[in-house]
């Protein structure tokens, strides 16, 4: 299983058409972890599957989605209902029991991952407007492929670029 992961574009259709153009084919599902300011009937949001976040305002999407595949679950939300700016616990308490392998979220337009109890924690930064440490590649999403023992997760820039220095192999348990 191999996905992607974007957030916190607000408004700007065309990187998340250039993203869809240059995976399509390449990835099992594509997933959009809020704040993306662009109604569902857009054609640009059909191949995402799409939460609504705290800038989402007058624009239906759920709070969470989750998709099942062969190797496990995965659950996306924004983060902003689970105080994601302070700690993940309140995520912790959601992939319990939602029983999730991979729990995507956005909200800090900060990236980051992290493997808990079994369970990546991936933020894939904010592709518009990204904060923290990498700010100068100009926002960042991800890659997540699942192996039997591990989590490879590849951090891109908004070129579609790998960025060399984000990538992580993060062991399953």
């Given at each position: ?19 869809y ?12 972890c ?11 949001m ?10 989402d ?80 590649l ?36």
């Amino acid at each position: 299983m191999k996905i992607l992961l974007v957030s916190d574009n607000h408004g700007d259709a065309q990187i998340l058409q250039t993203i869809y153009d240059h995976f399509n084919g390449k990835v099992d599902a594509f997933f959009h972890c809020g704040d993306s300011n662009l109604p569902s009937n857009d054609p640009v949001m059909t191949p995402y599957q799409t939460v609504i976040g705290n800038t989402d305002w007058g624009i239906t999407y759920p709070t969470i989605v989750e998709e099942e595949f062969p190797e496990g679950k995965v659950v996306v939300t924004h983060g902003h209902k689970y105080q994601v700016n302070t700690s993940l616990t309140p995520l912790l308490m959601l992939v319990r029991e939602k029983h999730a392998l991979i729990m995507g979220f956005g909200h800090t337009h900060q990236l980051g991952c992290e493997v808990v109890k079994g369970t990546l924690f991936i933020n894939p930064g904010s592709i518009s407007q990204p904060r923290g440490e990498y700010t100068r590649l100009g926002g960042t999403f991800a890659t997540v492929e699942v192996t039997p023992t591990t989590f490879e997760v590849q951090y891109y820039n908004r070129q579609c670029q790998p960025v060399s220095e984000l990538q992580f192999s993060l062991k399953r348990v």
